[in-house]
C-alpha cells in the first residue's frame, strides 16, 4: 500500500525536475547556427526588480535608471533591472523586508527607515552633525563612511551606493520663525527611535508613518507639519497643505541603493563586479540631477506661495535637540568622530 501511494509522487518529483530544468536552460542557453554555448561560459540572464517611492522623474529614480542602464550595457544586455518608481512594490519598511527575503532584488530607499534594520545607519538621523554637503560627501565617501554601508551585509542587504538627499527641514501648516513656534505640533518623522527622541526633545509629538501617506495626514489635520528636503516637499505636494518652510537643516540623511544579500550571494564574482561598479558610476548622474531638481523644486515652491523662512542662527535649534546627541553619542562614538574628522 505504501508503495503505491508513495510511487505516483516520485514519477511526478521526476517530471517536474526535468521539466524545470528544461524550462531554466531555454533560458540560459543560445544556440547560434550550431554551436551551442553552455550557460556557465556565457553567463546567466537576469530580470530583477528595483524598488523606489517616488516618482519618474525623481533625482533617485533617474539614478536608478542611470544604473539600471550600465548594468545592462556592461552584461551586454544579460542582467536587466526595471525600475519600479512611485512605490508600485511597497512603502519603504515593507519593500526593505522584501529585499532581505530577495523577493525584490534591489531598492533605493532613505537610511531614515533602514535604521531601524540595521542600527548603524540610525547615525545618519542625529541632527546638526553635517555643517553641509561637502562635509557629508567628504564622510560618505571616507573609509568609516564606506564601512557603514558595508555593515548592511549582517542585515541581508548589501549597500552598493550613496545617493544625495540635500538637508531635511520642517514645514508645517501653522507659520513657524523659530525652534519655539514646533512646540506642541503633531509632527511626521521617518519610521526610526532616534526621530522619536529628536521631536521629543523639540517639545513636538512625532508622528512616526510612511512617506505615501503624509499628504493625506497633512491635508486632513491628522498632523501639524513634516520635514523633508526641497525635492521631496515638492514631489509629494506637501508644499501645497504645509505652507511654512523653515531652513534649519536638521538633518542630511542619505539614499541607500542596495541588494538583497540573498541574490548577492547566488551571483557570479563577474556579475557582482558589474553589479557594484555600475552603482559607483550612477552616483554622478544622481548627484548632478538632484543638484538641479533642488533648485528647480526651491524656485518652484517659493512662486507657489511657501513662505521659507531662513535660519541665521542654528545655536538655538542645537541647543534644543543636544540631549539626542548626548543619549546616542555613546553609541555612536566612533562614526561621529570620523564625521567630525571629515569636517577638517
Ligand atoms: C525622502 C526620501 C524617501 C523617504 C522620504 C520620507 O528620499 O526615500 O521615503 O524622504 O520622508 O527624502 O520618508
Not at 550550431?34 to 526588480?49: C, D, H, I, L, W
Not at 552598493?160 to 507659520?175: I, M, Q, W
Amino acid at each position: 500500500m505504501k508503495l503505491l501511494t508513495k510511487q505516483p509522487t516520485v514519477i511526478l518529483g521526476t517530471t517536474l525536475s526535468v521539466f524545470l530544468l528544461l524550462a531554466g536552460c531555454a533560458d540560459d542557453v543560445k544556440t547560434t547556427g550550431n554551436v551551442t554555448t553552455s550557460p556557465q561560459a556565457e553567463g546567466k540572464k537576469y530580470t530583477f526588480r528595483l524598488a523606489d517611492t517616488h516618482p519618474d522623474n525623481y533625482p533617485t529614480v533617474l539614478g536608478d535608471k542611470k544604473f539600471a542602464e550600465l548594468v545592462n550595457q556592461k552584461s551586454n544586455g544579460r542582467i536587466k533591472i526595471d525600475v519600479f518608481p512611485n512605490s508600485q512594490l511597497g512603502e519603504e519598511k515593507a519593500v526593505i523586508e522584501q529585499v532581505q527575503l530577495g523577493a525584490i532584488e534591489f531598492t533605493r530607499v532613505s537610511s531614515g527607515p533602514l535604521a531601524e534594520f540595521n542600527k548603524s545607519l540610525g547615525v545618519f538621523s542625529l541632527p546638526y552633525i553635517f555643517d553641509n554637503a561637502a562635509h557629508e560627501w567628504k564622510f560618505l565617501e571616507s573609509d568609516k563612511g564606506k564601512e557603514l554601508l558595508s555593515s548592511l551585509e549582517s542585515s541581508k542587504l548589501k549597500g552598493l551606493a550613496y545617493y544625495d538627499s540635500g538637508a531635511r527641514n520642517f514645514y508645517s501648516k501653522k507659520p513657524v520663525k523659530s525652534v519655539e513656534d514646533l512646540k506642541g505640533m503633531k509632527l511626521r518623522v521617518q519610521q526610526n527611535k532616534i526621530n522619536i527622541d529628536l521631536i521629543d526633545a523639540l517639545g513636538a509629538n512625532a508622528s512616526p508613518m510612511p512617506y505615501g501617506e503624509v499628504f493625506s495626514s497633512l491635508q486632513t489635520g491628522v498632523i501639524d507639519g513634516a520635514e523633508n528636503n526641497y525635492p521631496s516637499y515638492d514631489s509629494s505636494n506637501h508644499y501645497q497643505v504645509a505652507k511654512n518652510l523653515v531652513l534649519d537643516g536638521h538633518q542630511r540623511v542619505p539614499e541607500v541603493v542596495m541588494i538583497s544579500k540573498v541574490t548577492w550571494d547566488k551571483l557570479g564574482d563577474e556579475d557582482k563586479k558589474i553589479i557594484q561598479e555600475a552603482a559607483t558610476e550612477s552616483v554622478k548622474t544622481q548627484r548632478e540631477e538632484w543638484a538641479k531638481f533642488e533648485k528647480n523644486s526651491e524656485a518652484k515652491v517659493k512662486a507657489a506661495g511657501a513662505t521659507v523662512t531662513e535660519v541665521t542662527d542654528l545655536k538655538p535649534w542645537q541647543d534644543k535637540v543636544k540631549p539626542v546627541i548626548d543619549k546616542y553619542r555613546s553609541e555612536y562614538k566612533d562614526v561621529l568622530d570620523a564625521i567630525d574628522q571629515a569636517r577638517k
